[in-house]
């Protein structure tokens, strides 16, 4: 009988492993999907983060690159720890789990909070941005933001190209004439903002505003559910890893 319940355990503390094994593996695929997401994010699109007033959009994307850096490091030790049966690696497994899952969850929250004040920030900040700032002295990056986004999204100005009408830059000598910038023309070529036609520039509705906001908010989305979705994985790993470090307690003991 005693035989039998050691071989019964044995059983479980290897069925244990395989599943730890496996949730491993995804997990450090999640780990490596969270953090692409967050070096695509600032990489591709940090053109578009000098028109924000605040820098939390910034700041969920680094959070998400740490956290997908730290879930690879923490899977190779995993893998270890399952390998070598080492409670002590196991033990600090799951302290890297939680870590990570706290990590994670805080990015998730604030993307989704930055989310819910999205649309106030841009209306309030991007007007001002275009009228105060675009082509000054001192502003090149937000100048090169401003220009990078009409050309990408197709549109001119914050609400329509009438924005541009009080603009600091349109309204200077450096304007050489011109009624909008040169980025808001369908073919960008030199002083072709000096004709302000619809044939010749870019008449959206809703302006850039709509058009960031959205992008914006498709991504704050991607990035959200990326975090809250691995950190919900994590639970599971952080359960296995309990489980199986009490079953290798009781298999030495």
Not at 54 to 74: D, E, K, N, Q, R
Not at 82 to 87: F, G, M, Q
Not at 205 to 218: N, P, R, T, V, W
Request: proline letters at 1%.
């Amino acid at each position: 009988m005693a035989h039998y319940k050691a071989e019964q355990d044995d059983w479980l503390l290897v069925y244990l492993k395989y599943l730890l094994f496996v949730f491993n593996f995804f997990f450090w695929v999640g780990g490596a999907a969270v953090m692409a997401v967050g070096v695509w994010t600032l990489v591709e699109k940090s053109g578009y983060l000098s028109v924000l007033a605040s820098s939390t959009f910034a700041a969920s994307a680094y959070i998400l690159i740490f956290a997908g850096a730290l879930v690879m490091v923490t899977g190779f030790l995993g893998f270890c720890a399952i390998i070598r049966e080492d409670r002590s690696c196991l033990s600090t497994y799951f302290c890297l789990l939680l870590v990570i899952f706290l990590v994670e969850l805080v990015a998730g929250v604030l993307a989704h909070m930055y989310y819910q004040r999205l649309s106030d920030e841009l209306k309030q900040h991007l007007a001002r941005t275009l009228v105060e700032n675009y082509g000054q002295p001192g502003a090149v990056d937000i100048t090169t933001s401003v220009d990078r986004l009409q050309q990408d999204f197709k549109c001119c100005g914050s609400n329509s190209s009438a924005d541009w009408h009080h603009s600091a830059y349109i309204l200077s000598q450096e304007a050489e004439g011109r009624r909008v910038p040169d980025s808001c023309c369908k073919t960008v070529v030199a002083r072709c903002g000096q004709r302000a036609h619809p044939s010749n520039i870019y008449k959206v509705e809703g302006g850039c505003i709509s058009k960031l906001e959205q992008f914006l908010a498709d991504h704050l989305l991607l990035m959200g559910a990326v975090g809250i979705g691995v950190a919900c994985l994590q639970i599971c790993g952080m359960v296995l890893t309990c489980c199986l470090h009490r079953r290798l307690q009781l298999h030495f003991y």
